[in-house]
């Protein structure tokens, strides 16, 4: 059983940073995309960023130049860096992990975080 442990959220004025992390627990081979979403009330949730095997990094244009994602591969953790931060922001943050297990090396599986509230005040 594969769990995704998410952490750093919380409240912060407009033009204020936080970083969140995720990580998975359990029985893992490897690896392929690490990514966030969110979802604010009364809206679908939405592709915050991703990155997938090779480095390639894509964030939603309403992120981009602000968040940074990274990952540790080390440590199999993806973080999300939040500067200059909005009160449309303001949302769940859920971490999503494509992955596969040891017992299936050669099946992806994607999991998703239990999410992290991100309330940004004006």
């Known amino acids: 059983q594969v769990q995704l442990v998410e952490s750093g959220g919380g409240l912060v004025q407009a033009g204020g940073s936080l970083t969140l992390s995720c990580a998975p627990s359990?029985?893992?081979?490897?690896?392929?995309?690490m990514g966030w979403y969110r979802q604010a009330p009364g809206k679908q949730r939405e592709l915050v960023a991703i990155?997938?095997?090779?480095?390639?990094?894509k964030y939603a244009d309403s992120v981009k130049g602000r968040f940074t994602i990274s990952r540790d591969n080390a440590k199999n953790t993806v973080y999300l860096q939040m500067n200059s931060l909005k009160p449309d922001d303001t949302a769940v943050y859920y971490c999503?992990?494509?992955?596969?297990?040891?017992?299936?090396?050669?099946?992806?599986?994607?999991?998703w975080g239990q999410g992290v509230q991100v309330t940004v005040s004006s």
């Open positions: 990155s997938l095997t090779g480095d390639s990094l």
């Open positions: 999503n992990i494509r992955l596969t297990l040891a017992t299936t090396p050669f099946t992806p599986h994607d999991y």
């Open positions: 359990g029985n893992i081979f490897s690896i392929n995309a």
